[in-house]
């Protein structure tokens, strides 16, 4: 089945420990997302890419990168993690990004910070 | 500009009773909706999507909306609850005229099913 993989589930780190956090997909699509979600919130856009152009949102934090090597993978980087790091990050994709355009999302992975 | 709010934050009914999770939109478009639900520690799952065609749309496991323009509402129901339905649902607008498909998140409701 076509799918969105996040590895991995669960992932502790320290404070001020660099940490990536992965995500591939099978579906082809164009345009993958990267969300944080902390506790009894609604997901919040990080940043997404079309292809290889990156698009970052206004409020995201300079603490957050990301890399997408090719069309399948997209990584997230957190340079120093802190204790307000700690949340669900959900990946997702979607073909395009024209109106409407579904995304799926990937099961997450929950960053704990020490 | 679009918001979405979610009436009711959490929401508790009995196995094999109706299930009203109710939604209202604001939008100065058409907007496009869209009902997620996300067991616990997991994704992001599609229940189901509007986006102009018949207004009473029909999703995954005996889910459905109805969209009403006049009420500005985007309410999710299900006849019957199953004990699996325990979850967080989200209800999420895209306004017609938004640059892309960026979506726009209600607070969410957590649904508990008793049995």
């Known amino acids: 089945d076509a799918m969105v993989i996040q590895n991995p589930r669960y992932q502790v780190t320290q404070f001020g420990k660099p940490v990536t956090l992965s995500c591939s997909q099978t579906?082809?699509?164009?345009?993958m997302y990267w969300y944080q979600q902390k506790s009894s919130q609604a997901p919040k856009l990080l940043f997404h890419?079309?292809?290889?152009?990156?698009?970052n949102e206004a409020d995201t934090p300079d603490n957050f990168q990301s890399r997408r090597p090719n069309t399948s993978f997209c990584f997230l980087d957190i340079r120093s993690p802190g204790l307000g790091d700690a949340a669900m990050y959900l990946c997702?994709?979607?073909?395009?990004?024209?109106?409407?355009?579904?995304?799926?999302f990937g099961p997450g992975t929950r960053l704990t910070v020490l | 500009a679009q918001s979405v709010t979610q009436l009711d934050s959490h929401v508790s009914v009995s196995e094999g009773t109706p299930v009203l999770l109710r939604c209202n939109y604001s939008?100065?478009?058409?907007?496009?909706l869209f009902w997620y639900v996300q067991h616990p520690n997991k994704g992001l799952q599609l229940l189901l999507k509007?986006?102009?065609?018949?207004?009473l749309v029909k999703g995954i496991n005996g889910f459905e909306a109805e969209f009403k323009k006049s009420e500005t509402s985007f309410h999710l129901t299900k006849p019957s609850a199953h004990m699996s339905d325990a979850a967080e649902y989200f209800c999420?607008?895209?306004?017609?005229?938004?640059?892309?498909?960026?979506?726009?998140f209600g607070g969410g409701t957590r649904l508990m099913v008793k049995p």
């Open positions: 997702a994709t979607s073909r395009e990004t024209s109106f409407a355009d579904t995304q799926y």
């Open positions: 579906l082809n699509h164009n345009v």
């Open positions: 890419y079309y292809d290889k152009d990156f698009n």
């Open positions: 939008s100065s478009y058409s907007p496009s």
């Open positions: 509007y986006t102009s065609a018949a207004t």
């Open positions: 999420v607008v895209i306004p017609s005229n938004n640059a892309g498909n960026m979506l726009t």
